[in-house]
């Protein structure tokens, strides 16, 4: 925020810095007048993310001390050609004979992005143009002395299978994160670093396009860890170019005078004028746009996408979220609780919610679980890697046997039912028998307890009542991303003067705990009694 360099630090060995950075300075642009030099013309972190990396060579030991790297950048700051720029350097200074060098794209488009300023950097180089053959067709340049040989290849599990690669650039890594067997395939392609000590991996990409998922929520995870100092990791350098966590808050990124923050180069490869008028663009084509816009060109992280016709409530998502929400702290605070449960097939999501009622403040608090077939993820394999990744959460649960989920569902709703707090469970009329047995079994029936909830245009009430709240901060969730994704699925069907959210029109995408939550709900509409002090109370661990 204050224009200071993210990488403040000398590099580790400067004479292995200086030594690369001799090479690297005379590459030349040539997409921009006289084609100068990257020392002609970058800006100095230009200069320093490269040092950083090579300037952690140990030349007397041979090894490479800082061996991961992961540069998060806003679009249009020259990732394509630092990439070139820094692989291009690697090439020249390796010492190893046949070595290979890879720049690994998620498309075919991208890798020929990747792959033309370094073909052209060499051959606007005599002295490149002798120690280098530029091989177009094959994506590759070989080094005529030592046969090692940058390549650029659009990945798949058949491209990197059987690599021994010295080094890896990764481009773009959000789009592998839409990609299921996106981690095996980068395990298979850096795997050749465990024997080549002196090579390094580098992560390049900008923001994801939706919530991030896969492997670039594993690795963005991971090196904001590292610069928190949450994961000690020497061997590991965040270069992460994002906002404090008070700026999104008050959304200050609106404002086009601190656009530098997550744009270095702006004013010089990004054009303040051109983003302006991409926001104005992205405005007038609706919210999806605008924080398409905020993602690719700010570093905006998405929680969830907004798609046409969606819910009115999805607006007002993630200012309810309060991540200290977890389900025993909903009970300390609530003074009567209600349960929600939807779907359940081998081709659903079993969504389970529990609604408290806040003692005083009578706010709505929600928290959910689902669960889900193994089956699912051959069966909706463009959903599988996000539903991993809300796996890892905790938020999901993967069984193999749907009975495993209904006990578990019925173990929930007898906790809560022990705390004192539950007034009734909503449940869908249809597809739901055996979670009703299963609660049955947990000594929780009757219809005084378990209530059959319509669906469709007869939640139309409830649907607008929980919007209303989200909106008036009256309904405070947990911030879970399975229930964000759930939200932004949920589509608006008009059924005469109502409206109902569906899973016909939701396709794939599902939104079984967010119909759970509408169940939950529109039993606390009905304004259930009080049950006094929970269990949590009366055993002392109540802390006032």
Known sequence: ??????????????????????????????????????????????????????????????????????????????????????????????????????????TVEIAGNSFGPAADMVRASPELKKLLHVRPHHRTIVHRTTGATLKVVAADSDTVSGKKATAVLVEELWLFGKKPNAEAMLLEATGGLAARPEGFVIYISTMSDEAPQGVFKQKLAYFRGVRDGRIVDPRALPVLYEWPERVLRSKGYEDPALWFVTNPNLGASVDEAFLVQKRREAEDAGEASLRGFYAKHLNVEIEFALREGGWAGARHWPQAADRTLTLEELLRRSEVVTLGIDGGGLDDLLGFAVLGRERETRRWLLWVRAWAHRGVLELRKSEATRLEGFAEDGDLVLVDDLSEANAQVAELAEQVQESGLLAKVGVDLWGTTDSVDALAGAGIEGDDKVVGIQQGWRLNGTIKAMETRLASGTLVHAGQPLMGWCVGNAKVVPQGNAVAITKAVAGT????????????????????????NSIYETRGIRII
Not at 42 to 67: C, H, K, M, T
Not at 72 to 101: D, H, P, Q, Y
Not at 519 to 527: D, E, K, Q, T, Y
């Open 509 to 532: 995408a599902k939104i079984d705990p967010l119909i759970a939550a509408f169940c939950a709900g529109a039993l606390m509409a009905r304004n259930p009694p009080a049950k006094g």
């Open 1 to 106: 925020m204050a224009g200071r360099s993210l990488l403040p630090l000398l590099p580790l060995f400067p004479a292995s810095a200086e030594e690369a950075l001799r090479i690297l300075r005379t590459l030349r642009i040539v997409d921009i007048a006289n084609q100068l030099t990257i020392g002609e013309v970058a800006r100095p972190w230009v200069l320093e993310f490269p040092a950083a990396i090579f300037g952690a060579y140990d030349p007397d030991s041979g090894r490479q001390l800082i061996n991961q790297a992961f540069l998060l950048i806003s679009k249009k700051n020259w990732k394509s050609g630092l990439a070139a720029s820094i692989m291009l350097t690697a090439l020249v200074l390796n010492w190893r004979e046949s070595a290979e060098f890879l720049i690994l794209a998620p």
